[in-house]
């Protein structure tokens, strides 16, 4: 396999890799920034708590390693695993636990950490599914809010970034398992 060919072409913005055509849409600073303002918002709202932060993998295992180390107070973490699109940029709408919890969550503050709200049936799906099993809290803390029609509203307490309806990569999110390891978010251009 090649090495991915991370240099930006003239017009500044496209990387390519072997005849894929990667857009910037958010660059590594504009995370970082973005990344410090959310835990330092997180931080004040639990400061006097020790939140459980609920990541989402594999998609946000990027996300929840830079904003954790921005939360300044104790937490403590625990890790699902969902599956909803197999390997296709569509969602089946049809959402499977792969990695339950280890941890009992009942009484305690939960923040799940998403990489990105698509049609957000995943979201939707797992605050049901973490609400049975009482916490004292639920809310959402998510990278990315793709501008998609939904019918239920999502409660998104800590958004990153509005985005257009584009399929993004890098910064955890793949395509087929390609392109987490991308340090920031782009979008496929040649399709
Ligand atoms: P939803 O259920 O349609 O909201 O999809 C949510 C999940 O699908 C996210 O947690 C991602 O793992 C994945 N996903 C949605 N949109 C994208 C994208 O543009 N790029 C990569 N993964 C995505
Ligand atoms: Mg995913």
């Not at 958010?26 to 931080?43: A, Q």
């Not at 958004?159 to 991308?182: H, M, Q, S, T």
Request: glycine share 6%; hydrophobic share 35%; charged share 35%.
């Amino acid at each position: 396999m090649a090495e991915y060919e991370l240099v930006k072409n003239k017009d500044d913005s496209y990387i390519i890799d072997d005849d894929t055509k990667i857009k910037l849409l958010i660059s590594e600073k504009v995370l970082k920034d973005k990344i410090k303002e959310l835990g330092k918002k997180i931080t004040d709202d639990y400061k006097d708590d020790n939140p459980i932060l609920i990541a989402v993998l594999r998609g946000s295992f990027i996300f929840v390693a830079d904003i954790c180390r921005e939360i300044k107070i104790p937490v403590t973490f625990d890790f699902m695993a969902v599956s909803s699109y197999g390997n296709s940029k569509v969602s089946s709408g049809i959402v499977r636990i792969t990695k339950d919890l280890e941890f009992n969550i009942e009484g305690r503050k939960v923040l799940i950490i998403e990489d990105i709200i698509d049609s957000g049936r995943t979201l939707n799906y797992l605050i049901k599914n973490l609400e049975a099993r009482n916490p004292s809290s639920i809310e959402v803390c998510a990278l990315l809010d793709k501008d998609v029609p939904r019918k239920k509203k999502n409660k998104i307490r800590y958004k990153g970034f509005d985005i257009p309806n584009k399929f993004v990569v890098g910064y955890g999110l793949d395509y087929a398992e390609k392109y987490r390891n991308i340090p920031f978010i782009g979008y496929i251009e040649n399709e």
